[in-house]
């Protein structure tokens, strides 16, 4: 006979009940004590680090970037823009990038050669480069429906814009108060902007995180903080980046 059965044969049904009641008051205890415990560990006010966990390593949400970039590769060929400085076209586009232009919204970039808003870019010409890489961009541009417009139309036929955008992400306080940051996008925002200005089907959109992603990244904390596993589990409830790879039709219209 197990223990169990050995109660049950033993002691009168009240007293059984008794014990049980017991046990499930020091279960419930338990799981209070474990969950102060665990919110003890979140319990602090001020991040690790205020500047995304730079100084720590690699900041969590360029991990991902980083990836979507490698994925697509064999996009950064030709002519092709990048917003602030050159280093991804370069690093992704290589020898296959024959010609790199660099926007900013204000002169004096050590690389830049437009400076331009692109929510106002008369000045670009249309149907220009192969490739846009426009990494963490859109957050800054109030008017999101012009800016997405231009880029589809500087692009050439068969030309692609690749976007990565916060979704949960701390504020740019620096940029707020420089220029404006006005916005956080889920997949489905951004897949609605796109779709408004590129054919449905030449829209892919893809997002990564999962709740510890995005925790490390709000209080500071850096890539090498983590473990590969933890970066590489999806959850689309915590979208940390968003990606858009948005390919302008051979015959634009």
């Given at each position: 006979?197990?223990?169990?059965?050995?109660?049950?044969?033993?002691?009168?049904?009240?007293?059984?009940?008794?014990?049980?009641?017991?046990?499930?008051?020091?279960?419930?205890?338990?799981?209070?004590?474990?969950?102060?415990?665990?919110?003890?560990?979140?319990r602090?006010?001020?991040?690790?680090?205020?500047?995304?966990?730079?100084?720590?390593?690699?900041?969590?949400?360029?991990?991902?970037?980083?990836?979507?970039?490698?994925?697509?590769?064999?996009?950064?060929?030709?002519?092709?823009?990048?917003?602030?400085d050159?280093s991804?076209a370069?690093?992704?586009?290589?020898?296959?990038?024959?010609?790199?232009?660099?926007?900013?919204?204000?002169?004096?970039?050590?690389?830049?050669?437009?400076?331009a808003?692109?929510?106002?870019?008369?000045?670009?010409?249309?149907?220009?480069?192969?490739?846009?890489?426009?990494?963490?961009?859109?957050?800054?541009?109030?008017?999101?429906?012009?800016?997405?417009?231009?880029?589809?139309?500087?692009?050439?036929?068969?030309?692609?814009?690749l976007v990565?955008?916060?979704?949960?992400?701390?504020?740019?306080?620096?940029?707020?108060?420089?220029?404006?940051?006005?916005?956080?996008?889920?997949?489905?925002?951004?897949?609605?902007?796109?779709?408004?200005?590129?054919?449905?089907?030449?829209?892919?959109?893809?997002?990564?995180?999962?709740?510890?992603?995005?925790?490390?990244?709000?209080?500071?904390?850096?890539?090498?903080?983590?473990?590969?596993?933890?970066?590489?589990?999806?959850?689309?409830?915590?979208?940390?980046?968003?990606?858009?790879?948005?390919?302008?039709?051979?015959?634009?219209?």
């Amino acid at each position: 006979m197990t223990p169990k059965g050995l109660l049950k044969a033993v002691l009168p049904l009240s007293t059984r009940r008794w014990l049980r009641t017991q046990q499930l008051r020091i279960e419930r205890a338990l799981r209070q004590l474990r969950s102060r415990r665990d919110v003890c560990r979140l319990r602090r006010k001020v991040p690790v680090s205020t500047d995304w966990g730079r100084e720590r390593g690699q900041i969590v949400d360029r991990y991902f970037i980083e990836k979507f970039l490698a994925d697509h590769q064999a996009d950064v060929h030709g002519h092709v823009l990048e917003f602030a400085d050159d280093s991804y076209a370069c690093r992704f586009g290589g020898a296959n990038a024959t010609q790199v232009d660099v926007l900013n919204l204000t002169p004096g970039g050590p690389r830049t050669t437009i400076v331009a808003d692109l929510a106002r870019g008369d000045d670009i010409p249309s149907d220009t480069f192969d490739c846009i890489i426009c990494t963490q961009v859109l957050q800054y541009v109030y008017d999101l429906h012009a800016g997405i417009r231009t880029l589809y139309r500087i692009l050439k036929p068969g030309g692609v814009v690749l976007v990565t955008a916060p979704g949960i992400q701390q504020l740019d306080r620096p940029g707020m108060e420089a220029w404006g940051e006005f916005w956080r996008f889920t997949s489905l925002s951004l897949r609605r902007l796109f779709e408004e200005a590129f054919p449905k089907d030449h829209v892919d959109i893809k997002s990564y995180g999962n709740v510890l992603v995005a925790t490390a990244l709000l209080y500071g904390y850096a890539v090498e903080d983590l473990r590969r596993e933890d970066l590489d589990y999806s959850d689309p409830d915590y979208e940390v980046p968003i990606t858009v790879r948005a390919v302008k039709p051979l015959a634009a219209s």
